[in-house]
């Protein structure tokens, strides 16, 4: 897998809109990947294939306790319900974040890389990272969404740091999984000194791969 160089304002490709992919060919599988590659190196949770200088309708997401990325080819979101105020960065955007709004629920279709269709219901972070995704394809950024030029602020040198070096852990603790077949994910991010400081802990779902684990399969 490659590295892919993420374009940034004011790329023109940026504000172009993609086109609908024909055919899911190993040539989209390929891209797909060096995608998810390209989001890792630069610790992102989404990113659109015209950020990559690809005018194709190909997204790749992996939220923060999510084990494997997504990839959605042709996304659409079909419905948005309620609304809500978030804080919102792009890796094409960067050193920023702006106060937007968007929905707290979305649902949306796509095709995965082999073809299968697919029907998506997301909330919160999930329904958020695909808004800003599909409108990457659509040419448009969430600054585009800002409602003042006050709402976006230029990240700090320490805030920048802090960001960049945001980390889940998956904490053991078989009580919990035996119990209610749920895991326990701690967000954490690097303080001045090196130390990792805990900022949010989420309980997910465990995957069979975990229960599994646990009953030593």
């Given at each position: 897998?490659?590295?892919?160089?993420?374009?940034t304002v004011?790329?023109p490709i940026?504000?172009?809109?993609?086109?609908?992919v024909?055919?899911v060919d190993d040539?989209?599988?390929k891209?797909?990947?060096?995608m998810i590659?390209?989001?890792?190196d630069?610790?992102?949770?989404g990113?659109?294939?015209?950020q990559?200088?690809?005018?194709?309708?190909?997204?790749?997401l992996q939220l923060?306790d999510?084990?494997?990325?997504?990839?959605?080819?042709n996304?659409?979101?079909?419905r948005?319900?309620?609304e809500?105020?978030?804080?919102e960065?792009?890796?094409s955007v960067?050193?920023?974040?702006?106060t937007i709004?968007?929905?707290?629920?979305?649902?949306?279709?796509?095709?995965n890389?082999?073809?299968?269709?697919?029907?998506l219901?997301?909330?919160?972070?999930f329904?958020q990272?695909?808004e800003?995704?599909?409108?990457h394809l659509?040419?448009i950024?969430?600054?585009d969404?800002?409602?003042s030029h006050?709402d976006l602020?230029?990240?700090?040198?320490d805030?920048?740091?802090?960001?960049?070096?945001?980390?889940?852990v998956?904490?053991?603790?078989?009580?919990?999984m035996k119990?209610?077949?749920?895991?326990?994910?701690?967000?954490?991010?690097?303080?001045h000194?090196?130390?990792?400081e805990?900022?949010?802990?989420?309980i997910?779902?465990a995957?069979?791969?975990?229960?599994?684990?646990?009953?030593?399969?």
């Amino acid at each position: 897998m490659a590295i892919l160089q993420i374009r940034t304002v004011p790329d023109p490709i940026l504000r172009r809109k993609s086109r609908r992919v024909r055919a899911v060919d190993d040539a989209i599988r390929k891209l797909a990947r060096d995608m998810i590659a390209t989001l890792h190196d630069a610790g992102g949770i989404g990113l659109a294939a015209p950020q990559v200088g690809e005018l194709k309708r190909l997204v790749v997401l992996q939220l923060p306790d999510e084990d494997d990325p997504r990839i959605l080819v042709n996304p659409e979101i079909t419905r948005r319900e309620g609304e809500r105020e978030v804080e919102e960065g792009c890796l094409s955007v960067p050193g920023y974040l702006g106060t937007i709004m968007r929905a707290e629920r979305v649902k949306a279709r796509a095709v995965n890389e082999w073809g299968a269709k697919l029907r998506l219901t997301a909330e919160e972070m999930f329904a958020q990272a695909l808004e800003h995704e599909v409108d990457h394809l659509d040419g448009i950024l969430y600054l585009d969404h800002l409602k003042s030029h006050e709402d976006l602020h230029e990240i700090g040198a320490d805030d920048e740091s802090e960001h960049q070096h945001d980390f889940a852990v998956e904490v053991e603790d078989n009580g919990l999984m035996k119990s209610r077949g749920e895991k326990r994910i701690l967000i954490a991010g690097n303080s001045h000194g090196g130390i990792a400081e805990v900022k949010d802990e989420v309980i997910v779902k465990a995957t069979e791969k975990d229960l599994g684990r646990l009953s030593g399969w």
